[in-house]
């Protein structure tokens, strides 16, 4: 692999242009759907959301996103045609990911399509959304920072557990995830949720509040960061 690359997160009106030129050329050879999007691409380019990948000195790649607050959605990631399956991708996503980082996010998110790219994906160690979370089964995430995993403790006297169903549906079913931890949680928990779902959260062996993910607040601890809940803090 070619090792003169350049990571580029301010692209130049010449970059947007070579990529418009591959992408057409490709849709006019192998029917690459790619430059359907332009319109998005554009865009993203005129709002600073698109960040280029140049091997040699020309843009043989690119990357849309979206950032609200922690969460980036990432809509488009296109390497040229020729490059592809030669470990490109790969590096181009990493750079990527840490210049996420910088900006403070804390997962991406992204819909694969086409669906052929789903094995990328998954070797780049994302993980689809669990069922009922968001509207597409081909949804995935990659949290970016340390978080405390679901666990279990004999200790149950400070934890956070919850379910993938809505509170009428509980009956007497165990959980789904649950978070155990000591009175101060040493890593935050990040977690996919859906505002609907139930959890509960039990501070020193008393239940403190057991409803829907979008009832809670600030104020519980619990913050909806929409499809995850992000816990940094149980205030005692």
């Avoid at 679901?150 to 509980?170: M, R």
Wanted: net charge negative; proline share 4%; aromatic share 16%.
């Amino acid at each position: 692999m070619d090792d003169n690359y350049f990571f580029e997160i301010n692209p130049k009106i010449e970059d947007l242009e070579e990529i418009k030129k591959w992408l057409k050329n490709e849709y006019n050879e192998n029917g690459e759907s790619f430059y359907s999007n332009w319109s998005i691409i554009e865009n993203s380019f005129k709002e600073n959301r698109l960040v280029v990948y140049k091997l040699n000195g020309f843009s043989v790649g690119f990357i849309v996103w979206r950032k609200d607050n922690i969460v980036l959605d990432l809509d488009l990631m296109v390497i040229k045609y020729s490059l592809r399956d030669k470990g490109f991708g790969s590096r181009f996503l990493n750079d990527f990911m840490d210049f996420a980082i910088k900006m403070g996010v804390f997962v991406v998110m992204l819909f694969c399509s086409p669906i052929s790219s789903e094995r990328f994906w998954k070797k780049m160690e994302f993980i689809k959304f669990p069922e009922n979370c968001v509207n597409h089964n081909l949804s995935y995430y990659k949290i970016l920072i340390n978080i405390l995993e679901p666990n279990s403790s004999i200790d149950e006297s400070n934890k956070i557990e919850l379910w993938d169903v809505e509170p009428h549906q509980i009956d007497n079913n165990l959980p789904k995830w649950e978070w155990c931890f000591d009175k101060n949680i040493e890593l935050p928990i990040f977690h996919p949720s859906n505002g609907d779902w139930n959890i509960r959260l039990t501070k020193n062996g008393v239940i403190i509040k057991d409803d829907k993910v979008k009832y809670f607040n600030r104020e519980d601890g619990v913050f909806d960061y929409c499809p995850f809940i992000f816990i940094q803090k149980i205030d005692e």
